[in-house]
């Protein structure tokens, strides 16, 4: 039974970077593609991107400028990094397993709170 | 629209059945897309319900079931259950923008 956890800072200054971790177990992250997604509070899910275990990453245009992902298969992790965030990136940061464009399978998710 | 339009709510009695449309475009239900559905409930994760339109993954009761026709889908719960209460989320792709696209989401009351 594969889970999904997300860690990480629950509250990042403006302007600062988001760091957070999505720890998988029940099955190796090897050979399959994961994906980030949020939900500011009130407004819809937002995919953020999806990366291979091979490093083969795609990130939704309007945030690719600022985001990074990472896998980690000796870790069985996956990374997120956003830079210069603001106010609008408050939300609840979800990691999900995904194929065929669908997500089979999410963490808790993690609030995330920019602000000073 | 490079978007996905729910209702942003549904209710209904136990027992009783209830639909949440999900409306979209021609750049990603009316293209052909699949859309597929989710279920969200208080503090526990989002639960992939219902996936390419209208197959239920394993361990998903029959109570729920959804189809797809023209632009938009739509997803029914019958015999519903207190437990049902919780978010509900349709989610596709779209072909203009190049990337998943989600529903604004349905809070489902059971009365």
């Known amino acids: 039974q594969v889970e999904l956890q997300e860690s990480g800072p629950g509250l990042v200054k403006p302007s600062e970077t988001l760091s957070l971790t999505c720890i998988v177990s029940?099955?190796?992250?090897?050979?399959?593609?994961w994906a980030w997604i949020r939900q500011p509070a009130g407004k819809r899910l937002e995919w953020i991107g999806r990366?291979?275990?091979?490093?083969?990453?795609f990130y939704n245009p309007t945030l690719a400028s600022r985001v990074t992902m990472s896998a980690d298969t000796s870790t069985n992790e996956i990374s997120l990094k956003m830079t210069s965030v603001t106010a609008a990136d408050t939300a609840i940061y979800f990691c999900?397993?995904?194929?065929?464009?669908?997500?089979?399978?999410w963490g808790l998710g993690k609030l995330v709170t920019v602000s000073s | 629209q490079s978007f996905l339009t729910q209702p942003p709510s549904v209710s209904g009695a136990p027992g009783q059945r209830v639909t949440i449309s999900c409306s979209g475009s021609s750049s990603n239900i009316g293209a052909g897309y699949d859309v597929h559905w989710y279920q969200h409930l208080p503090g526990r994760a989002p639960k992939l319900l219902i996936y390419a339109n209208m197959n239920r993954p394993s361990g998903v009761p029959d109570r729920f079931s959804a189809s797809k026709s023209g632009t938009s889908a739509s997803l029914a719960i019958t015999g519903l259950q207190p437990e049902d209460e919780g978010h509900y989320y349709c989610?596709?792709?779209?072909?203009?923008?190049?990337?998943?696209?989600f529903g604004g989401g349905t809070k489902l009351t059971v009365l």
């Open positions: 990366i291979y275990t091979s490093g083969d990453t």
């Open positions: 999900a397993r995904t194929t065929y464009r669908r997500f089979d399978k």
């Open positions: 989610q596709s792709f779209d072909h203009s923008l190049t990337f998943v696209i």
């Open positions: 029940g099955d190796s992250i090897k050979n399959q593609y």
